[in-house]
Every structure is written in C-alpha cells, then in structure tokens.
C-alpha cells in the first residue's frame, strides 16, 4: 500500500506563502493521483487540491482556487501543494492522500495568524 510523509508546515502570517511536500514511498509514484486535503479544528476534513497521474490535471476547491497550486515531481516522488496569501482561514492540518487506495499521511499544521 504504501505511506506518504507531509512535511513543510509551519506558522505564518495572513498574506505569507508556504509550500507544503508530500514523500510518497513503497508503490508506483507516477501511475499515482493525490490529493491534499486539511482539517481545521472542530471542523470535518476537506478537500483542497487534487493531481492525476497526468500531471496537467488538476481539481482545487474554491476556497484553492488562485492562491494554491498542487504539482507534483515523479523522480522525488514529492507532491507540492503552493500556497500563496494564506488567510487565518486556511489554519488547520494538512493531509496528502493517495486516491484509489485511501493512503494518508500523518499530516503538517498550518498556522495563520497575526
């Protein structure tokens, strides 16, 4: 089955942009889709950007929509999830999800606040 590793969480402040990564290991990286997803406190998980195998399709939220980017890089077996002018809004952790075979990895907090 796998795992996936999230890493590059971190505090900020509203306006700032992080890039979070995600390290799948133990399948196929490229015939793979991912997802990233986040879970803000006392709320349910939810979608934020999706990726296929063909890397030019993509799927974003609208709460995503222009400010995030989800790419991914086969040789690193990393998906990147861009985020620009992050909002308090945005604060929650964030899950990378391998499609078809409900992997998930152990998430990274995002903090945005003044």
């Known amino acids: 089955q796998g795992h996936l590793v999230e890493s590059g969480g971190a505090s900020v402040q509203p306006g700032d942009s992080l890039r979070l990564s995600c390290v799948g290991a133990?399948?196929?990286?490229?015939?793979?889709?991912f997802s990233w997803y986040r879970q803000a406190p006392g709320k349910e998980r939810e979608h934020v950007a999706t990726?296929?195998?063909?890397?030019?399709?993509?799927e974003y939220s609208d709460s995503a929509k222009g400010r995030f980017t989800i790419s991914r890089d086969n040789r690193r077996s990393t998906v990147y999830l861009q985020m620009t002018d992050l909002k308090p809004e945005d604060t929650g952790v964030y899950y990378c999800?391998?499609?078809?075979?409900?992997?998930w990895g152990q998430g990274t907090q995002v903090t945005v606040s003044h």
């Open positions: 133990g399948f196929t990286f490229s015939d793979a889709a």
């Open positions: 990726i296929y195998s063909t890397e030019t399709l993509k």
């Open positions: 999800h391998r499609m078809n075979y409900d992997t």
